[in-house]
């Protein structure tokens, strides 16, 4: 680190000394920053390093535990981590792919930034955590992805040249979060950090099968390191002269490679790394996969009692009796150990059909046949998400979408004035 920064290592270190850095992001697809400001009470300032990124002031703690974080209107995340993804130029209706995404920060920031147009495929190779990651995608409302737990090179020769985007969060010897986790400091080594950049590489190499030419690479790790950072690129770009490093015309944290951006606790964040790389070549757009077929009508009617406009498209089947609503840039015929692709409209339980929680979490308000809006700060939201049954106007009936401050938050049933609670028993809160 002395070679590395020269005279800011004396200012580095009394970083440590001090808080680190904490932050979230507005998810944009269900909140804007002022509803989020006006109900968390306390103030949000902005990061240098997305749009939609804020520091959490340092007293504040269990926002978990947050109606609203329960809600999907916002995501936990260190500050610098939110900056890959700005280098990557997310645009509507891209094909992205989120190659190491758990537990689904920069998934779910992408997620916002394609607002339910194009495809996002979030692929975490140990299956524990993927499932951590799906949870993370469905709680933001993210009708439009696709959650897989695949090996690298298996994943990238299937989805060969499909995506426009492709980013790669590498796994790391994790420096950058030496301040927020005691274990990446006694897990860290000099055999680590090696092991770590054959792995990068090798990851890199796996990961260019899936980009189209003309596409977009982003490599970004959480590290100082400069094996992993620089090395690894230099060593990519060596191998790979169909690839360039380019300029992502961002203003955050400083340069390195000429064009490649590092961030220290100095610039306002714990550490991260990236760089942009481009496949040379012409882009050229992809269609959106066809209907297979006409969705049965029994089905259509029960999208109809819930969801009257259709918001998530047509494209439904039943896949182990439950109703999915697939992505319309989704190919189901591939053959890949895939957690969910879009959402879950319900589950077929003997001879009736019972809603998920999945799809109201991806509804707005203005989606929904019936819904009760409940406030943030009253008790009733915390009966609900504590699993009780609530009160509800006596002119719901049915199955009706449970909003906090304008943002879903699930469902429930609603009979004489009454609520029967849908909320899912393991997202429940236990006070």
């Not at 590290?223 to 191998?239: D, H, P």
């Amino acid at each position: 680190m002395k070679e590395l920064l020269g005279d800011e290592y004396e200012e580095f270190l009394k970083y440590y000394n001090g808080e680190n850095f904490r932050g979230l992001r507005v998810n944009t697809l269900k909140c804007s920053a002022e509803t989020l400001k006006n109900a968390l009470g306390f103030p949000l300032e902005p990061t240098p390093f997305c749009p939609d990124g804020y520091y959490i002031p340092s007293w504040v703690r269990s926002l978990g535990n947050h109606p609203l974080h329960h809600a999907g209107a916002f995501y936990i995340q260190e500050p610098s981590a939110t900056s890959a993804v700005e280098m990557l130029g997310v645009e509507r209706g891209d094909r992205v792919l989120d190659l190491c995404a758990a537990p689904g920060g920069k998934s779910t920031q992408i997620g916002a930034k394609l607002a339910k147009t194009g495809l996002l495929w979030s692929n975490e190779i140990v299956k524990s955590r993927a499932n951590i990651l799906l949870s993370n995608i469905e709680r933001m409302g993210i009708p439009n992805a696709v959650t897989s737990s695949c090996h690298p090179d298996s994943l990238c020769e299937q989805l060969s040249g499909q995506f426009d985007k492709v980013l790669v969060d590498a796994p790391c010897s994790g420096e950058g979060m030496f301040r927020k986790n005691s274990d990446a400091q006694t897990e860290w080594s000099e055999e680590h950090v090696k092991s770590c950049a054959e792995r990068q590489l090798h990851i890199l190499n796996s990961a260019k099968h899936a980009l189209k030419a003309g596409g977009v690479m982003v490599y970004s790790t959480c590290t100082f390191s400069q094996e992993e950072n620089e090395g690894v690129i230099l060593r990519f770009l060596e191998e790979n002269p169909e690839f360039l490093l380019e300029d992502a015309n961002v203003g955050f944290g400083r340069p390195a490679m000429e064009h490649a951006r590092r961030i220290f606790p100095m610039d306002g964040g714990e550490g991260h790394f990236a760089a942009r790389l481009r496949k040379r070549g012409e882009l050229i757009p992809s269609s959106p996969q066809e209907l297979r077929s006409k969705p049965d009508e029994k089905l259509l009617k029960f999208y109809d009692s819930l969801f009257p406009n259709r918001p998530f498209g047509e494209r439904l089947e039943v896949i182990s009796n439950k109703i999915i609503i697939l992505p319309e840039n989704y190919n189901s015929s591939l053959r890949l150990p895939v957690l969910r692709a879009g959402i879950v409209l319900g589950e077929i339980i003997k001879n009736r059909i019972e809603p998920h929680h999945s799809a109201f979490m991806a509804a707005k308000p203005a989606d929904c046949a019936a819904a009760v809006e409940l406030d943030s700060r009253g008790a009733e939201i915390r009966a609900f998400l504590h699993g009780e049954e609530i009160a509800a106007p006596a002119q719901v009936k049915g199955y009706a979408a449970v909003c906090v401050d304008g943002i879903t938050v699930g469902f429930g049933k609603a009979s004489n004035g009454r609520l029967k609670n849908k909320y899912p028993k393991g997202l429940r809160t236990l006070k």
